[in-house]
C-alpha cells in the first residue's frame, strides 16, 4: 500500500482565495484525520470521519473551513477565504477506526497564504 | 484523555539508549499509552502502544510503571536518523476511533 496521499504537497496562495487539500485514506481504512502543525500551537485535530460521516469537527478554527468525505477514499479540507494565519502544514491520518489500532499519517501539504 | 507531561528535549549519544519518560498520572484503566515520533518535514509516525504490560517491537520498547502513571519509551540503540520529536500520547481503548491528541513532545537529539 502507498499509505496516507497527500496533495499538493505545497500550496502558496494569495489572501482571500479559496483553498482545497486532498487525501486518499489507505484502503480497508474507516476513520480519517485532518490535523493541523504550526509552531506556536503543534499538531491540533481540526476534524475526524468515521465512515465517512463527520464525527468530532469541534477543532475546525472557524467556518471559513470546511471538510467532506464524500466516499471511503477521499476526503477535502477547504479553506475559503483563505488567510496568512491559516498559513500551516496540515496533515491527513487514517486508520482502521478500531481501539488498540495505530493511526498513519501523510507526508502533510504546507500551505503558504500570502 | 489524559494529559500527559514529557520533557522539553533530551540529548543521547549515537549508539547508547534514549530513555524518554512521559508522566501521566490521571490515566484511566481503560486507556492505552501511545509513542508517536515526528522526523522534521515528515508526518507522524506510530511506534508502539501498551496498555499495562511492558511492549517490545523491532523499533523501541515500552515500559509502563506497575501504577501506569508513568511511562518510558526506550530506543535501545540510538542512532543518527532517531533524531526526531517523540510524542506521548494517552487514549482510551473504548474509543471506537482512533482519535489522537498530541502534546508538545520531547525533541531527542542523538548526538555523534
Known amino acids: 500500500d502507498a499509505g496516507v496521499i497527500q496533495s499538493p504537497r505545497h500550496e502558496v496562495t494569495e489572501m482571500g482565495q479559496e483553498v482545497t487539500l486532498r487525501c486518499k485514506p489507505i484502503?480497508?481504512?474507516?476513520?480519517l484525520f485532518w490535523y493541523r502543525q504550526t509552531m506556536m500551537r503543534g499538531l491540533e485535530l481540526l476534524i475526524y470521519?468515521?465512515?465517512?460521516?463527520?464525527?468530532?469537527d469541534s477543532g475546525m478554527p472557524e467556518d471559513r473551513f470546511s471538510a467532506k468525505m464524500p466516499n471511503a477514499s477521499f476526503s477535502t479540507l477547504k479553506i475559503q477565504p483563505s488567510e496568512p494565519r491559516d498559513s500551516a502544514v496540515y496533515f491527513c491520518a487514517s486508520s482502521t477506526g478500531q481501539w488498540n489500532t495505530e493511526a498513519f499519517f501523510g507526508q502533510g501539504t504546507r500551505l503558504t497564504v500570502v | 484523555d489524559a494529559k500527559t507531561t514529557q520533557p522539553t528535549s533530551m540529548d543521547c549519544a549515537e549508539g547508547r539508549a534514549a530513555n524518554l519518560p512521559c508522566n501521566h498520572s490521571t490515566i484511566s484503566g481503560n486507556e492505552y499509552v501511545y509513542w508517536y515520533r515526528q522526523i522534521h518535514s515528515q508526518g507522524p509516525q506510530y511506534i508502539i502502544h501498551g496498555l499495562k504490560n511492558n511492549e517490545t517491537n523491532e523499533m523501541a520498547s515500552l515500559i509502563i510503571t506497575e501504577d501506569r502513571k508513568s511511562s518510558t519509551l526506550i530506543l535501545p540503540h540510538a542512532t543518527l536518523r532517531d533524531t526526531a520529536v517523540y510524542y506521548c500520547i494517552v487514549r482510551a481503548g473504548s474509543s471506537n476511533t482512533g482519535k489522537l491528541i498530541f502534546g508538545q513532545g520531547t525533541t531527542l537529539q542523538v548526538k555523534p
Open positions: 470521519f468515521n465512515n465517512n460521516v463527520p464525527i468530532d
Open positions: 484502503s480497508g481504512h474507516n476513520s
